[in-house]
């Protein structure tokens, strides 16, 4: 018997549990292949079809169009923040960055080491306690892209719903809520996300990208940077994380059994609401730090009232098998991470212990 815990980890985070047992049972004969699948060459028959099962899922439950490519990278989405400009941003245009937190600075940096890149509209000014407003009249139609950051990780807010870019595309940083709730990918030129938080183990990113976008793309940038070097190549340009992706396979028919995309949603929905209830009904002994139509499914990231019961707060959970629920030293306080794999029973006994804690220490 392992050791039970609740895993609230940032990312990586949660794996659901019958996609781990299901890797256990398979990890030292694979397929009838006498070996692991981590042994298996990527050319091999075996293993393409673990690749190719990844991606029909993928586009099956994000109902992804057929004009666009998916791409299994290396990198994390931080390479990304990178490849986004190198291929998409020609000289003469100008990115156009939505800034909702520290993932959002640093996609923009990146941007700025590249070509021209401005800030469209930030909440920086209210420590990114909410999502900013898009005002379509300040979308120049010429822009090569517009960026945003789905889900804020560290500050705990998310979009609700997306702005509308019109002819400009939209890129969308999904790492934190990629396959959390439907989404219309036909909205966006680009969707990218690491897969440690939603989708598996660290090790593979997803990038989803519209055929108009690849074609446009920049290729006078080394080889392996180039998105259209790993579209031709089915993600085979070069050894891909196999592992990672047989993972993301798994997890993509987890996700499948619970319901797909509108599942999962509704299950998350009920997970957030426990917590920030929880938050809303504790008269300030805790705070939330997102405003309420900004608040994550994701993320709930909130504040005791002292330095001093924060810590107690957080080493009481940790004696009770709470795992990950410290803040981001950029925000301080606690965060419960509750991406797809956490399950409800998690929540609820996160919940029984904050009440618990503010009838003591209140
Ligand atoms: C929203 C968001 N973007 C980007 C990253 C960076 O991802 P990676 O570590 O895969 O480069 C993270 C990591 O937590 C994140 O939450």
Sequence with gaps: ????????????????????????????????????????????????????????????????????????????ASLQFSMIPMNLLKEGKTASFVMSGSWSEKALKEAQLV????????????????????????????????????????????????????????????????????????????????????????????VIISKDLLESANEQIPTILRYQTHAKADS????????????????????????????????????????YATIDESNGFYTGHATNESRSHMNVTFTLQSEELTKSFLSEAAERGFVGLGGHRSVGGCRASIYNAVPLEACEALRAFMVEFQNNHA
């Excluded at 815990?5 to 985070?13: E, K, L, M, Q, Y």
């Design 1 to 76: 018997m392992s050791k039970q815990v609740f895993n609230f980890n940032a990312g990586p985070s949660a794996l659901p549990k019958p996609v781990l047992e299901k890797a256990q049972e398979e990890l030292l004969n694979f397929g009838d292949s006498g070996m692991s699948v981590m042994e298996l060459s990527h050319r091999s028959k075996t293993y393409e079809a673990v690749h190719q099962e990844a991606k029909r899922l993928l586009t099956e439950l994000l109902e992804i169009p057929d004009n666009y490519e998916i791409l299994f990278l290396q990198g994390g």
């Design 236 to 275: 085979l340009y070069h050894t891909p994380p196999t592992f990672a992706i047989y993972m993301l396979r798994n997890v993509l028919q987890w996700v499948k059994d619970q319901g797909g995309a509108s599942g999962i949603a509704q299950t998350n929905a009920q997970k957030a609401q426990l917590l």
């Design 115 to 206: 070509g021209e890149a401005k800030i469209l509209s930030s909440s920086k000014d209210e420590n990114y306690r909410s999502i900013p407003e898009v005002n379509s009249s300040d979308i120049n139609a010429d822009d090569a892209y517009i960026h945003i950051t789905s889900n804020n990780t560290i500050f705990g807010t998310q979009w609700s719903t997306y702005p509308d870019t019109k002819d400009v595309p939209l890129i969308a940083d999904m790492s934190s809520d990629i396959l959390s709730r439907p989404i219309d990918v036909s909205k966006f030129g680009m969707i990218y996300a690491g897969a440690q938080k939603n989708l598996g183990p660290s090790g593979v990113t997803v």
